[in-house]
């Protein structure tokens, strides 16, 4: 039970900590309404540490909202845990030494989105102090300048590191829970990129990027993650397959070495100095290699296609699909069916030409095909005269269907 009394003009509160003792809180010289509150929210926590289980809800807000004064008291006689004063800057350092699962192009990203929340907060905004009305502003400067898919998946970061916060007990809430980040596949930027285009590109490329280009191409691999990690080792020229790493999956796939692969490798083995581990000898970033790709597009005369990097990859996924049954083709670029479908497998006008196709030539089967492996006899005479008919000259003694050979 705390009790609340008066020592001078000063408010304090009594209260027994879990061993038995007696602590006092001094809350100084405040309304005695204030005072009251305060009581009552103290015997909640008091109550709340003795039998360590959480304090009602609306305690925990008051705690929340408290200014640090009152908070350090508090903490000073063991009724909360200290305010952290964790900025922004600083906790998304500390977050992503916690993420060693991530791979290279993951980590990338994430330094963006951090870079962008840096802007747009401060990098010593207080964590503390981002609302919910700040993540709304976050959202409006992300959109104003990104793209729909890309904003959401900063923001996904940015929500990702504020939910640590709370897990590690800095926030009581996360101020960014309410905001939407996921973004379906955008069918709009989706397009197929053609072997025939792809090689025209190609042939305005040199060196390590174009070996980069149609690695993504004709073999799929992700761009930088896959192909800079590439080591010798891996390329089987025996074979011709290419056994490949995945950091964003942890998972190793083999892959086909198709011919345009093959070539542009064996030029970059034979070049390669003696002793050489990897096929790439350095890790050029994605923006460098896709705006060598963007100038070999004007160059060759080739229409440009969005997500640059990405649609080589996807394109080399159409292909497999096209020619290998789904689950082949998914495991192949070392993703799940529901991933390709949605994100990577595209239908271009000859995919529509040859299903109609298909489908005509199973129309006519069905027409003309025969029930059970038996020809259908023609009506007899005598059941002709029983429904008052005579059989039309233009119908054969085998009727309608034809009679199948071999039957």
């Not at 408010?11 to 001094?26: H, K, M, N, S, V």
């Not at 940015?158 to 309410?178: G, M, T, W, Y």
């Not at 989706?190 to 073999?219: C, I, K, N, S």
Request: with cysteine; glycine share 6%; net charge positive.
């Amino acid at each position: 039970m705390a009790s609340l009394f008066k020592r001078g003009d000063a408010w304090a509160i009594q209260f027994d900590d879990p061993d038995g003792e007696r602590r006092t809180l001094g809350l100084g010289r405040l309304p005695a309404t204030a005072a009251r509150t305060i009581a009552a929210h103290v015997e909640h926590l008091a109550g709340a540490t003795i039998a360590r289980t959480a304090p009602p809800p609306e305690t925990s807000k008051w705690l929340a909202d408290i200014g640090d004064t009152l908070r350090d008291k508090l903490a000073a006689v063991g009724l909360a845990a200290r305010r952290d004063t964790a900025t922004l800057g600083e906790f998304a350092a500390r977050y992503r030494k916690t993420r060693p699962d991530w791979g290279v192009s993951m980590g990338e990203q994430y330094d963006l989105a951090v870079k962008d929340a840096k802007a747009f907060f401060g990098e010593t905004r207080r964590l503390s102090t981002i609302t919910p009305a700040d993540g709304d502003g976050f959202r409006a400067h992300l959109a104003a300048r990104l793209a729909l898919a890309t904003a959401r998946k900063r923001m996904r970061f940015l929500k990702h590191l504020l939910r640590f916060a709370v897990r590690s007990k800095i926030l009581q809430e996360n101020p960014l829970e309410d905001q939407r980040t996921f973004s379906g596949p955008n069918r709009e930027r989706m397009q197929y990129v053609p072997a025939a285009a792809a090689l025209a590109v190609a042939d305005e490329l040199t060196g390590e990027t174009r070996l980069t280009f149609l690695l993504a191409r004709f073999a799929g691999l992700r761009v930088v993650s896959e192909t800079h990690a590439l080591s010798w080792s891996h390329v089987d020229f025996e074979r011709e397959t290419l056994r490949i790493f995945a950091p964003k999956t942890q998972r190793t796939r083999t892959v086909p070495m198709l011919p345009a692969v093959r070539a542009v490798l064996l030029k970059a083995f034979n070049e390669a100095p003696d002793g050489a581990e990897h096929v790439f000898r350095k890790r050029s970033p994605l923006p460098v290699c896709r705006r060598g790709v963007e100038r070999a597009i004007v160059r060759a005369g080739v229409a440009p296609w969005p997500k640059i990097m990405q649609q080589l990859r996807a394109s080399f996924a159409t292909d497999c699909v096209r020619a290998l049954p789904a689950n082949a083709a998914a495991e192949i670029l070392g993703h799940s069916l529901q991933v390709a479908a949605a994100h990577y497998w595209t239908a271009d006008s000859t995919d529509l030409q040859r299903a109609a196709q298909a489908l005509h030539n199973i129309a006519e089967w069905r027409e003309t095909a025969v029930p059970d492996g038996k020809p259908k006899r023609a009506k007899t005479a005598n059941k002709q005269a029983l429904c008052g008919m005579e059989r039309n000259s233009l119908v054969g003694q085998t009727g309608f269907e034809p009679v199948l050979e071999g039957f």
